[in-house]
């Protein structure tokens, strides 16, 4: 009787990628999606923006934004979270180190803003667009995150100080607040238009940091 020849192991077939997932040797590309879509969402608007251009931006498949991030809200989310609140806190910093002092504030606030605007210009047209537009896709973020760390607490200060006597009895602290917007992050974001409307070059954001202070400041010296 013949005997029977031994059994090959059987080998398992090597396990294939789920769509969408790189190779192990692939380069982590989660940072320059979020950086495409905070490109995309700047130029077209967060609602205006699907996926796919996304991922021409970035230049990778629809597949890969669905592995890192799953769908547009999470990687909406993940924009706000890690490109948006970090720039936020940047302007937090000198803010809590001005303490009551009122000038300190101001100037921390105008400054920091223009510091933002250097590091991020990203950050002011995208603000207008989803923030102050109606139906802006960033305004939730602003009365839940950002209102309550920022224009509050500012507003509060601005409150105390005129109750020691230190700013005008007639101003309003909360539209003081709302002026101290409008002086700086509305002129960085139509920077191009007053330019072009001056002729002029020369108006920077190091030039309207000075302009927004002395008119704080002084005044326009009517008399």
């Known amino acids: 009787m013949s005997t029977p020849a031994p059994r090959k192991k059987a080998t398992s077939a090597p396990r294939k990628r789920a769509p969408g997932r790189p190779a192990a040797d692939a380069p982590d590309q989660r940072a320059s999606v979020l950086d495409a879509a905070l490109a995309c969402f700047v130029r077209q608007g967060i609602g205006a923006t699907s996926l796919r251009d996304i991922a021409r931006e970035a230049g990778v498949t629809p597949a890969l934004l669905h592995y890192y991030f799953g769908d547009k809200p999470q990687l909406q989310a993940a924009v706000v979270e890690e490109r948006l609140m970090p720039v936020m806190a940047m302007l937090r910093e000198p803010l809590q180190q001005a303490g009551d002092d009122v000038a300190a504030l101001i100037a921390g606030f105008v400054g920091g803003v223009g510091k933002m605007a250097i590091a991020h210009p990203w950050l002011p047209p995208l ?59 509305f002129p960085i974001a139509g920077a191009p ?31």
């Open 127 to 185: 603000w207008v667009r989803e923030v102050l537009c109606e139906g802006g896709a960033l305004r939730d973020v602003m009365f839940q995150r950002v209102g309550p760390v920022i224009p509050n607490m500012m507003a509060a200060r601005f409150a105390a100080a005129q109750a020691r006597g230190e700013i005008q009895p007639d101003l309003d602290p909360r539209l003081l607040m709302v002026s101290l917007v409008g002086l700086t992050l």
């Open 193 to 223: 238009i007053w330019r072009q409307l001056f002729e002029a070059d020369d108006l920077d954001i190091e030039t309207l940091r000075k302009h927004t202070l002395a008119l704080l400041d002084r005044g326009v010296g009517i008399n």
